[in-house]
């Protein structure tokens, strides 16, 4: 296993425009989660996943952001008219269920900017 | 509420020892985590505790107090490749195993 994949490093996309990303996490962990963070700040949550099933989406989270993990392996979060405000590294993190120890084990991110 | 203190920066020299400190309020208690975090790239595990006490691990150790609400990491015998952002992430006790966030201490190494 080659840990958690995220796709695209890099994206840079005009303002009003959609964007999709892709994260892998590492085959066993059945736990996903999405962070943005910006610089000189912590990864702030988003929403995560137990296998296909969305527990949780954070109230700071727009319309605008939806993610999927259809069959509870690979998961996208696409971000619709995007803003300005929205330019942020994304950061996609797997974990096993029970996670005592073992933290999460994070993606190198997809960094977009919003032109 | 539930807050994570950590500071904003420091400076060291390479070769020195650097203690970085962690303080939290948390609405329950089920682990402190560190995390290190170079520029432009994702976070890396570093260290765990759940008990009170000192944990080692090579050049790095992490300590904590559940009863002061306070960790902090100890970084030996400091190389330039030690120069990064460390983040403090405590777990609470809801059943989602969430990690809250400090907002990391950006930690430079100078000759």
């Known amino acids: 296993d080659t840990g958690v994949s995220q796709d695209p490093r890099h994206k840079i996309t005009k303002r009003g425009q959609n964007v999709t990303f892709r994260c892998d996490p590492i085959s066993e962990h059945n736990r996903l989660y999405w962070y943005r963070q910006t610089l000189g700040q912590g990864p702030e949550f988003l929403t995560y996943f137990q296998n296909e099933a969305q527990l949780e989406k954070s109230r700071l989270l727009s319309d605008r952001f939806s993610a999927e993990r259809p069959k509870g392996s690979f998961s996208t979060l696409e971000i619709q008219r995007t803003e300005q405000g929205d330019s942020a590294m994304y950061l996609c993190?797997?974990?096993?269920?029970?996670?005592?120890?073992?933290?999460?084990?994070f993606g190198s991110g997809t960094r977009l900017t919003v032109v | 509420g539930q807050n994570i203190d950590q500071p904003t920066e420091m400076t060291a020299t390479e070769g020195a020892i650097v203690q970085i400190n962690c303080t939290y309020q948390?609405?329950?208690?089920?682990?402190l985590f560190w995390y290190q975090q170079h520029a432009g790239e994702a976070p890396t595990f570093l260290s765990y505790?759940?008990l009170d006490g000192l944990e080692e691990k090579g050049r790095f150790s992490s300590f904590l107090s559940r009863s002061k609400g306070y960790s902090y990491l100890l970084l030996k015998e400091l190389q330039m490749k030690d120069s990064a952002s460390y983040l403090c992430?405590?777990?609470?006790?809801?059943?989602?195993?969430?990690?809250?966030w400090g907002a990391g201490t950006k930690l430079i190494i100078k000759p």
């Open positions: 993190a797997s974990s096993l269920e029970s996670g005592a120890g073992y933290g999460y084990t």
């Open positions: 948390t609405s329950g208690f089920n682990g």
């Open positions: 505790n759940v």
């Open positions: 992430a405590v777990r609470g006790m809801d059943s989602n195993y969430q990690l809250i």
